[in-house]
């Protein structure tokens, strides 16, 4: 577990002070000089330069690995070079396809290569990796190698154990760590940080999670099976460089709050957020249309608290926020405008037990939940939204990231100036079956991916928004960031214009009178242009409600008295003896 004694205490000295307003920041960057003669040598039975030995190798596997010559490191991957030689030269036409060359595993349809490394997916069955209750899908297992590393401020928490000796005797240098639920390996070949990463959980076996003891010895065998199968020789390294520019025209209406400027009270433990300015790729904005909204789905009305049970203040004295978990749902015509409204709002690191190295304690939000422009209502008593009514668009061109079946996409692109994952959360599974959004599909920014929904662990298990994560290569490989002020520049770029940070103490801005909602159902009522109630209505109607609360009892105490008194008058039971 984190060492939170005093992470705590640091976390809180290193993020409590609020930043004023500031300029967004480009990331930092460490370079990687790749000794490629090393790397030729390592490679068995091959003579020649570099040059001459890696483009045989890329020639023999790109019909496996297509695009494996633009990597400007060596790929390393649990491939037999020999036997699959071998039936190359054999004209064995199960060469192109069969899996017995990967030592038990199998390529899971992802394999992208580019300026800035390589990335890879690899999958086993759960019976074949011995594991005592054996799950219903395949175990993943990532490996990545890099030409530039993500270089992030402290703190980042992670757990590091001393590897297995005959790894560290192969591997001199090589890490074992457990970090955001995931146990890694991570080491250095050729000049080159590769990590070999699989998910899980430090908890007890059981069948729905795969568990840290049962994936690190899958992660050693695939360790044991890494060989040299690819890359192409290049120069030096380039410095990356992120595009900052931000409209000139300053929008009237688009105002929002600095990043780590949680809701009061709702990070973990009450630890305020992250306040990273940093803009770690140029993408376009992940709702298809404007205006869209980044706001707390735990903490703001028709929120749950998740779990804390707190009811606090969102900014305004005016406008308390309530949870389920300690009043009931509040109902559309209850709730206040702030949901569908500016001014946006930081919520990476609210309370979560998810683990996230960035965040003050290890633990929180590991992304921003962004509700589009309207609420749609089904009738004019709902307390929810309905689903599929919002176009959700690529952020990038990129490679797609996803399994059949699965709640997450990632979209992962990677170039000279940026390697970073994204990943698209509640939208529902079997759409994006259907759409073809699996593992290899090439996707292009702007392009509809689907809608935006209400799937959580099951159907309608959420709020109506869009969960988006946002994950860069570091020397422990993937880890979540805060993508705050990269959807800000996004967002300024959809709309033109650019935003006005609230700078603290400074008060919000005042809420529009009429949060955007639409009926847009025959059965329901044609309210879809009608303001919510005023305060002073809704105070009328709860006032309302109070006094024929209060009737309700009266009467219920004046029947009580009343029957108390007809028993007194007709006297005690006599009590009969049992026979």
Request: charged share 25%.
């Given at each position: 577990?984190?060492?939170?004694?005093?992470?705590?205490?640091?976390?809180?000295?290193?993020?409590?002070?609020?930043?004023?307003?500031?300029?967004?920041?480009?990331?930092?960057?460490?370079?990687?000089?790749?000794?490629?003669?090393?790397?030729?040598?390592?490679?068995?039975?091959?003579?020649?330069?570099?040059?001459?030995?890696?483009?045989?190798?890329?020639?023999?596997?790109?019909?496996?690995?297509?695009?494996?010559?633009?990597?400007?490191?060596?790929?390393?991957l649990?491939?037999?070079?020999?036997?699959?030689?071998?039936?190359?030269?054999?004209?064995?036409?199960?060469?192109?396809?069969?899996?017995?060359?990967?030592?038990?595993?199998?390529?899971?349809?992802?394999?992208?290569?580019?300026?800035?490394?390589?990335?890879?997916?690899f999958?086993?069955?759960?019976?074949?990796?011995?594991?005592?209750?054996?799950?219903?899908?395949?175990?993943?297992?990532?490996v990545?190698?890099?030409?530039?590393?993500?270089?992030?401020?402290?703190?980042?928490y992670?757990?590091?154990?001393?590897?297995?000796?005959?790894?560290?005797?192969?591997?001199?240098?090589?890490?074992?760590?457990?970090s955001?639920?995931?146990?890694?390996?991570?080491?250095?070949?050729?000049?080159?940080?590769?990590?070999?990463?699989?998910?899980?959980?430090?908890?007890?076996?059981a069948?729905?999670?795969?568990?840290?003891?049962?994936a690190?010895?899958?992660?050693?065998?695939?360790?044991?099976?890494l060989?040299?199968?690819?890359?192409?020789?290049?120069g030096?390294?380039?410095?990356?460089?992120?595009d900052?520019?931000?409209?000139?025209?300053?929008?009237?209406?688009?105002?929002?709050?600095?990043?780590?400027?949680?809701?009061?009270?709702?990070?973990?433990?009450?630890?305020?957020?992250?306040?990273?300015?940093?803009?770690?790729?140029?993408?376009?904005?992940?709702?298809?249309?404007?205006?869209?909204?980044?706001?707390s789905?735990?903490?703001?009305?028709?929120?749950?608290?998740?779990?804390?049970?707190?009811?606090?203040?969102?900014?305004?004295?005016?406008?308390?926020?309530?949870?389920?978990?300690n009043?009931?749902?509040?109902?559309f015509?209850?709730?206040?405008?702030?949901?569908w409204?500016?001014?946006?709002?930081?919520?990476?690191?609210?309370t979560?037990?998810f683990?996230?190295?960035?965040?003050?304690?290890?633990?929180?939000?590991?992304?921003q939940?962004?509700?589009?422009?309207?609420?749609?209502?089904?009738?004019?008593?709902?307390?929810?939204?309905?689903?599929?009514?919002?176009?959700v668009?690529?952020?990038?061109?990129?490679?797609?990231?996803?399994?059949?079946?699965?709640?997450?996409a990632?979209?992962?692109?990677?170039?000279?100036?940026?390697?970073?994952?994204?990943?698209?959360?509640?939208?529902?599974p079997?759409?994006?079956?259907?759409?073809?959004?699996?593992?290899g599909?090439?996707?292009?920014?702007?392009?509809?991916?689907?809608?935006?929904?209400?799937?959580?662990?099951?159907?309608?298990?959420?709020?109506?928004?869009?969960?988006?994560?946002?994950?860069?290569f570091?020397?422990?490989?993937?880890v979540?960031?805060?993508?705050?002020?990269?959807?800000?520049?996004?967002?300024?770029?959809?709309?033109?214009?650019?935003?006005?940070?609230?700078?603290?103490?400074?008060?919000?801005?005042?809420?529009?009178d009429?949060?955007?909602?639409?009926?847009?159902?025959?059965?329901?009522?044609?309210?879809?242009?009608?303001?919510p109630?005023?305060?002073?209505?809704?105070?009328?109607?709860?006032h309302?409600?109070?006094?024929?609360?209060?009737a309700?009892?009266?009467?219920?105490?004046?029947?009580?008295?009343?029957?108390?008194?007809?028993?007194?008058?007709?006297?005690?039971?006599?009590?009969?003896?049992?026979?």
């Open positions: 577990m984190l060492a939170k004694h005093s992470a705590a205490v640091l976390a809180v000295l290193y993020f409590a002070a609020p930043a004023a307003a500031q300029e967004v920041r480009a990331p930092r960057f460490i370079l990687t000089t790749v000794d490629w003669p090393a790397a030729a040598e390592s490679v068995p039975q091959a003579s020649g330069s570099p040059a001459a030995i890696f483009d045989s190798l890329n020639k023999s596997l790109t019909p496996r690995f297509p695009g494996i010559d633009k990597s400007p490191v060596p790929v390393l649990p491939f037999d070079l020999a036997a699959y030689r071998a039936d190359q030269e054999n004209g064995n036409a199960d060469a192109s396809t069969s899996s017995k060359y990967f030592g038990g595993f199998a390529p899971a349809n992802f394999f992208l290569a580019g300026p800035a490394g390589y990335d890879a997916v999958s086993i069955d759960a019976n074949e990796a011995g594991i005592k209750f054996p799950t219903s899908k395949p175990v993943e297992i990532e990545g190698g890099a030409a530039y590393l993500y270089d992030l401020d402290e703190p980042n992670k757990e590091v154990f001393a590897p297995p000796n005959e790894l560290a005797v192969k591997f001199p240098g090589i890490k074992r760590i457990l955001e639920n995931h146990v890694r390996y991570a080491f250095e070949r050729f000049g080159v940080p590769y990590v070999v990463s699989i998910q899980c959980y430090d908890r007890r076996p069948r729905r999670y795969l568990t840290c003891r049962e690190d010895p899958i992660a050693q065998r695939f360790l044991n099976r060989a040299v199968a690819g890359g192409t020789p290049a030096a390294p380039t410095q990356p460089k992120i900052l520019s931000r409209p000139s025209p300053v929008s009237p209406d688009f105002t929002y709050y600095a990043p780590g400027d949680l809701i009061p009270n709702s990070g973990w433990h009450k630890m305020p957020g992250r306040a990273d300015y940093t803009v770690y790729a140029r993408v376009r904005f992940p709702i298809a249309s404007a205006p869209a909204y980044i706001k789905q735990s903490f703001m009305h028709w929120g749950d608290c998740y779990r804390t049970g707190r009811v606090g203040s969102i900014g305004r004295k005016d406008a308390p926020y309530r949870c389920k978990a009043d009931r749902p509040l109902l015509n209850e709730a206040n405008p702030e949901n409204s500016y001014p946006w709002r930081d919520n990476f690191c609210e979560r037990d683990l996230v190295g960035q965040c003050p304690g290890g633990y929180g939000h590991q992304g939940d962004i509700r589009p422009s309207s609420c749609v209502l089904a009738t004019e008593r709902s307390d929810r939204c309905l689903p599929d009514q919002h176009a668009a690529a952020v990038h061109d990129g490679l797609m990231w996803r399994r059949l079946g699965n709640l997450g990632y979209i992962v692109f990677n170039n000279a100036n940026e390697h970073v994952r994204f990943r698209y959360l509640h939208m529902n079997r759409m994006m079956d259907a759409n073809g959004l699996m593992s599909r090439q996707i292009s920014e702007g392009e509809n991916l689907g809608t935006v929904s209400t799937w959580g662990d099951k159907e309608r298990g959420t709020s109506y928004h869009l969960h988006f994560n946002l994950q860069v570091t020397k422990v490989g993937w979540w960031v805060n993508p705050y002020m990269t959807l800000v520049a996004a967002y300024e770029r959809l709309i033109g214009a650019r935003g006005t940070e609230i700078k603290a103490p400074e008060p919000a801005p005042p809420t529009a009429s949060p955007t909602v639409v009926l847009p159902l025959p059965r329901a009522p044609a309210i879809a242009d009608a303001a109630p005023k305060p002073a209505a809704v105070k009328a109607v709860k309302a409600k109070t006094k024929k609360a209060v309700s009892k009266k009467k219920a105490a004046a029947s009580k008295l009343k029957n108390a008194r007809h028993k007194k008058a007709k006297g005690p039971k006599r009590r009969t003896k049992r026979h």
